[in-house]
């Protein structure tokens, strides 16, 4: 069994910026990709970026040059750098890890205001 906790959610300005964590424990074996999905209201969950076991990277076109993904694999912990944050990333950010399944976070709040 694997449990996903993730941090970092809450309410920023618009402009502002704010860091997502999402450390992995459990039985983990062996993690491959770790990625964020968000979920705005009335809307379906989408893609935001994801980051290989090798450090490569790939972001939505809405979020490219403002968020950044990284992580520690010591750690089993995937991060999401946010800067210039925008009232349309408001929504509910969800990690997601591959390992010999798919595994799924409980969702943060990340609330922008104008």
């Known amino acids: 069994q694997v449990q996903l906790v993730e941090s970092g959610g809450g309410l920023v300005q618009a402009g502002g910026s704010l860091r997502l964590s999402c450390a992995a424990s459990?039985?983990?074996?062996?993690?491959?990709?770790m990625s964020w999905y968000r979920q705005a209201p009335g809307k379906q969950r989408e893609f935001v970026a994801v980051?290989?076991?090798?450090?490569?990277?790939d972001y939505a076109d809405s979020v490219k040059g403002r968020f950044t993904i990284s992580r520690d694999n010591a750690k089993n912990t995937v991060y999401l750098q946010m800067n210039s944050l925008k009232p349309e990333d408001t929504g509910v950010y969800y990690c997601?890890?591959?390992?010999?399944?798919?595994?799924w976070g409980q969702g943060t709040q990340v609330t922008v205001s104008s």
């Open positions: 997601k890890v591959v390992g010999s399944r798919v595994y």
């Open positions: 459990g039985s983990i074996f062996s993690i491959n990709a």
């Open positions: 980051i290989s076991s090798g450090g490569i990277t």
